[in-house]
């Protein structure tokens, strides 16, 4: 009895040193959008191969699309429990910048593979990839070839798109469109209303909306038939190639000046940056890597490839910005 009772005892001990070592691991939370979350994105992957390396836990919240999230950040300040965000994009990184919340990275990071480089002290990028339209080629034989075509398009050529207040593509669109027709973008905005079904808070959402059939196009990625190929072995989607060019995303994270655990935050933003995190990205979150990565999945070299890559300088987008939103604004409240 004495020995089963020790025995007992040390088993008692030894459960809890273990929940002790649990609660000793340093956690680091990043906030990122829902999509990046789901069981099919990034994050089980990387939170998996981050924790081998780490001996910490990783906690991955999402926290809205990418603008919300953003607005999430700006409205907890330095009180958010956020040790990095995942998820700005470039469109947003001045409006970041101007917060103060975000602390310089200093990393030696690889050289990246962005189109046209990036270089910044605070946000690293992580993904990059174009926004286009896609549609489902069983419903339609002949896509729009230009913002022009779509805009003459048929009636039942009806689009799903999401709202650039709380979402990148959304703003990406935004921006898009200013860049492609500039002063005469709300002219354009007040004649594409008509066609659009609904505006999401965020990507998934309308996309989703899209792949139950309620509008024929959905604004997304020209990556997004990657996905139906690999995982659903269907090649039933394509992006429609506009000869206008497409907006490009570079997608980044940042660590918070109010971090608690700034290593660990330093040491997941070199992770990010290297092959394991980013062999993870093409096949799970469906964008191309930013840093150098194995080759890309066969499925890949069967997408469109954009004649024109269109993006505005980060410094300029907020001003851009705001004239294009109140465009947008005024075009889909009449």
């Given at each position: 009895m004495k020995h089963l009772l020790t025995a007992a005892v040390l088993a008692t001990a030894a459960l809890f040193a273990g929940?002790?070592?649990a609660e000793d691991k340093p956690k680091?939370?990043?906030?990122?959008y829902e999509s990046f979350v789901s069981e099919w994105?990034?994050?089980p992957a990387v939170e998996e191969a981050f924790e081998e390396t780490c001996n910490c836990d990783l906690d991955f919240v999402a926290a809205g699309d990418g603008a919300a999230l953003l607005g999430r950040i700006k409205l907890e300040g330095k009180r958010s429990d956020a040790d990095v965000v995942l998820g700005l994009?470039?469109?947003?990184?001045?409006?970041?910048?101007?917060?103060?919340l975000f602390a310089p990275h200093g990393q030696d990071l690889p050289e990246n593979a962005?189109?046209?480089?990036w270089s910044d002290d605070t946000f690293i990028p992580y993904d990059w990839g174009y926004f286009a339209f896609v549609y489902d080629k069983t419903r339609m034989d002949t896509p729009p070839a230009s913002f022009d075509d779509l805009l003459?398009?048929?009636?039942?050529?009806?689009?799903?798109i999401q709202d650039p207040r709380t979402s990148t593509p959304g703003l990406g669109l935004l921006l898009w469109v200013k860049h492609v027709y500039g002063d005469e973008a709300g002219d354009v905005w007040a004649k594409l209303a008509p066609r659009i079904v609904t505006v999401?808070?965020?990507?998934?959402e309308a996309y989703s909306a899209f792949l139950e059939g309620e509008a024929a196009m959905a604004l997304s990625y020209t990556t997004s038939p990657a996905y139906h190929v690999i995982v659903e072995d269907d090649d039933t989607k394509a992006a429609a190639t506009f000869t206008d060019g497409h907006y490009m995303q570079i997608e980044v994270a940042a660590k918070l000046v109010s971090t608690d655990t700034p290593d660990l935050a330093d040491a997941f933003l070199a992770f990010m940056a290297g092959e394991e995190f980013q062999n993870i990205i093409p096949t799970t979150n469906w964008m191309y890597p930013a840093y150098p990565a194995d080759d890309l999945p066969d499925a890949f070299g069967a997408l469109a490839e954009p004649g024109k890559s269109l993006i505005f300088k980060p410094e300029t987008t907020p001003e851009i910005r705001e004239?294009?939103?109140?465009?947008w604004l005024e075009a889909l409240s009449k």
């Open positions: 929940n002790a070592m680091l939370t990043v906030y990122t994105g990034p994050a994009d470039a469109n947003l990184v001045a409006k970041a910048r101007e917060s103060g962005v189109p046209g480089g003459n398009a048929p009636d039942d050529v009806t689009i799903v999401t808070k965020g990507w998934w004239a294009a939103l109140a465009e």
